[in-house]
């Protein structure tokens, strides 16, 4: 893709339903991992006909790697949602591969962004490295960081329903008591 070409992102977005669950996700967060790993099952349990999962990337600087790994599974959107998924996917099931011991110790102290990237490449087997270098790349992730502040989020995994924060959901949940919520 050359430099000039206009950037256009697949959302990560699963399902056409009527009723919105939006997650707001830190890849390398423990909790957003847990969360991640629920959604095909709820997906398939409560119908994609029924509802939209929508997930936004929520950066934290605490996750030291946050802004690279989110930056790369941005850049995998571009080859569409399913390839940003298993990015994502590849974080969730290597996550000590790419988060710090207490986020500020460990193996990863010797880790550049670079040798992150390859992880994420091999991992995942998707290359989104042209993308991820393209400057223009940032729109889409000040979109998402944007959209979280406009809606007061601040942490992930963090959810909402049909446009309105839900503080008492949380990662360890059930996915049918998530259904219920959602379908209510």
């Given at each position: 893709?050359?430099?000039?070409?206009?950037l256009?992102a697949?959302?990560?977005?699963?399902?056409?339903g009527?009723h919105?669950?939006?997650?707001f996700?830190?890849?390398t967060?423990p909790?957003?991992?847990?969360?991640?790993?629920?959604?095909?099952?709820?997906?398939?349990e409560v119908?994609?006909e029924?509802?939209?999962l929508?997930?936004r990337?929520?950066s934290?600087?605490?996750?030291?790697?946050?802004?690279?790994?989110?930056?790369?599974i941005?850049a995998?959107?571009f080859?569409?949602?399913?390839?940003?998924?298993?990015?994502?996917?590849a974080?969730a099931?290597?996550?000590?591969e790419?988060?710090f011991?207490d986020h500020c110790?460990?193996?990863?102290?010797?880790a550049?962004?670079?040798?992150?990237?390859?992880?994420?490449?091999?991992?995942?087997?998707?290359?989104?490295?042209?993308i991820?270098?393209r400057?223009?790349?940032q729109?889409?992730?000040k979109?998402?960081?944007?959209?979280?502040?406009?809606n007061?989020i601040?942490?992930?995994?963090?959810?909402m329903?049909n446009g309105?924060?839900?503080?008492d959901i949380g990662?360890g949940?059930?996915?049918?008591?998530?259904?219920?919520?959602?379908?209510?």
């Amino acid at each position: 893709m050359s430099q000039n070409a206009t950037l256009s992102a697949d959302p990560l977005v699963w399902g056409h339903g009527p009723h919105i669950f939006e997650v707001f996700l830190e890849p390398t967060c423990p909790f957003s991992v847990r969360a991640f790993n629920k959604f095909d099952a709820l997906l398939s349990e409560v119908g994609e006909e029924k509802m939209t999962l929508k997930i936004r990337l929520q950066s934290q600087p605490w996750h030291l790697f946050s802004g690279v790994i989110v930056r790369y599974i941005l850049a995998a959107s571009f080859q569409g949602k399913e390839a940003a998924k298993a990015v994502m996917k590849a974080v969730a099931d290597h996550r000590e591969e790419f988060e710090f011991t207490d986020h500020c110790s460990g193996p990863n102290m010797d880790a550049t962004p670079h040798q992150i990237l390859a992880r994420l490449k091999d991992y995942s087997g998707i290359d989104a490295y042209e993308i991820f270098a393209r400057a223009d790349l940032q729109t889409e992730i000040k979109w998402h960081c944007k959209y979280a502040r406009q809606n007061g989020i601040h942490v992930s995994p963090t959810f909402m329903i049909n446009g309105l924060v839900q503080p008492d959901i949380g990662s360890g949940d059930d996915i049918t008591d998530w259904a219920k919520r959602i379908l209510a």
